[in-house]
């Protein structure tokens, strides 16, 4: 994986407070990473009941590589629900933090790409 990447999810885990030292003590974060073709994978990302935040990276280098994930029934298209990026800069990695006063976050993740690849995505949760 390109080390740019790499330095760009260790900002967004820095920014919500995981270090090494927290991960010590915490049962999480847990990461998966998806082979995303250009068909909808259902539940490539279970749901969670106990999830309170997400960081979505798309980690293809080519910036019209684009994912596209739907939450719990929502099933996505190409190009419709949320377009992550790719091309392994800032704007390829989503950060979802639990709304304010409490609530979910523990729904399936559904995603789909824009070309056959697969695309390779990496999910952060926590």
Not at 13 to 22: F, M, Q, V
Not at 54 to 82: K, Y
Request: charged share 5%; proline share 8%.
């Amino acid at each position: 994986m390109n080390k740019v990447f790499l330095l760009i999810v260790a900002v967004f885990a820095a920014a919500i407070g995981l270090s090494p030292a927290s991960a010590q003590t915490n049962l999480g974060p847990f990461q998966t990473t998806v082979s995303v073709p250009n068909t909808v994978v259902l539940n490539a990302v279970p749901a969670n009941p106990s999830r309170r935040g997400l960081i979505i990276c798309n980690s293809n280098a080519t910036a019209a590589n684009i994912i596209t994930v739907g939450f719990g029934a929502n099933s996505p298209t190409d190009g419709v629900g949320l377009i992550i990026p790719g091309g392994q800069v800032a704007a390829s990695c989503v950060f979802i933090n639990q709304p304010p006063g409490g609530g979910g976050m523990g729904a399936q993740l559904n995603m789909i790409g824009h070309v056959a690849g697969p695309t390779s995505v990496v999910v952060l949760e926590f």
